[in-house]
């Protein structure tokens, strides 16, 4: 039997388990990773206490970039992980074995191109000639790549600049660029900077997001605890539809911006249900051969043809809907 169906039967096999009532079970500790970033459901779950309401034992670990992490889920420090597109992927290339089992935002909507107003850059086709600034090897860079492809554009007719995401609102306030591609809050510091908005990255067809990750060692010991983590989801799915204000202040707080921003960013990034990622229509359903299988393949090629990722990915590997599915036969 391989892996995967292993950890799917195991799954499948604690659903009844689950949905027994009066069942005490001590709880179940649960290693989670995460970045400050708008992290809506997650910072709910957590502010609120949910994991521990479902009975779950969290302990969090904070990182601000992707290798440190990378190297927790390698030497099995972690056993949950929230990662963007690209640093799931990367992560995926150098052999960590983890299962993409929920979406949480589709962060595409707020990832995109802000121009200057003085840069006479008002559609993608005024892009030709001009200095955009980027950071190389992520979704940014690859929305960068999309929007100008959209235009009939190619990076050979724009000066693009690599620079880290923190850099940028100065290059962008100075005038070293006339533009930028990146993701907030730095689209909404580089627009009180004054610029605009030109496009998003969802407008150009690229769907990328906000997953959450777990190790297939620790499901396979644990097969009850991503079913518990899917409850917790659901619960703060609930909590968030009814009052997002926690999950404002947390992201405002991990930013570092107002809550006014904060409640913006919040608000253009639709949050995704756990019944739309086991629908095959959804734009980023988590069954085999779904759109998030294709977006994340998308991806790895883009950082393989790059020169980013060493070794090609499998998306098909990656991504997992029947945890989902499971924990739906439940309620």
Known sequence: MNRRLAVVLNVLALTAILAMPGRAQPPLVVRIAWQPYNAVIFYTARDLKIFERVGLQPEYTRFTA??????????????????????????????????????QILSSYADGLVARLDSGITRLADLRGKRIGYMRGTSAHLGLIKALQ????????????????????????????????????????????????????????????????????WVQRNPRGVLLLLKAVDLALEEFRRNPGVAIKATAENLGVSEVIARRIVEINPVVRLEQLVDPKFELSLLPGGGAQRMIQEVGDFLLREGIIRSPIDASKIVEGSYIQAYLRTK
């Open 150 to 217: 959209s235009v009939g554009l190619s990076p050979a007719d724009v000066t693009m600049i690599h620079m880290d995401v923190t850099a940028m609102t100065p290059a962008f306030a100075k005038g070293d660029v006339h533009a930028a591609y990146a993701w907030e809050p730095w689209i909404s510091r580089m627009q009180e900077a004054g610029g605009r908005v030109i496009v998003r990255s969802h407008d150009v067809g690229l769907n990328t997001s906000d997953h959450w990750v777990a190790r297939v060692g």
């Open 66 to 103: 992707g290798p440190p992490q990378f190297a927790a889920f390698q030497s099995e420090s972690v056993d949950v992980g929230l990662f963007g597109t690209a640093g799931m992927v990367v992560g995926a290339s150098q052999g960590l074995d983890y299962r993409n089992f929920y979406i």
